[in-house]
């Protein structure tokens, strides 16, 4: 394991992500998720899931993660771990993979239901925002 991966505190972010499952809306499903992660610049920010009776209106715990990246000062993510209801690690579904690769900084850690892996392990030759640069 590199030093890097050493380096976190993942019981600190694991409990900050099952936390933040007090937050989540989840009537139709039942399937609370808590979201938490570390920025470049040291702060800790956190989500969780909110339903929408459409369900295709439902914001996952990483999308409200990033929109509090956002509203406490931007930046960009430096290890992130998100969990179930049973504060299990859970792997994030594609649509929240692109958004945290999009909002991750290179070699961001993501703890998953497979172990600790980077951003670029979790989602290999990913499209981003230097894919649309002239």
Not at 105 to 116: D, E, F, I
Request: proline share 4%.
């Amino acid at each position: 394991m590199s030093e890097k991966r050493q380096e976190i505190d993942w019981e600190q972010l694991t409990a900050a992500a099952t936390a933040a499952l007090a937050q989540s809306y989840s009537p139709y499903s039942q399937f609370a998720v808590g979201a938490a992660a570390l920025t470049t610049d040291g702060r800790l920010i956190t989500g969780a899931n909110i339903e929408n009776a459409s369900y295709g209106l439902t914001l996952c715990a990483e999308c409200s993660l990033v929109s509090e990246l956002f509203r406490t000062g931007g930046g960009k993510l430096a290890a992130f771990a998100c969990v179930d209801g049973e504060g299990r690690a859970l792997m994030p579904c594609g649509r929240c993979r692109q958004l945290l690769y999009e909002h991750s900084a290179p070699g961001m850690l993501l703890k998953s239901s497979s172990g600790v892996l980077t951003i670029e392990e979790m989602l290999p030759d990913a499209f981003g925002p230097d894919r649309l640069a002239g």
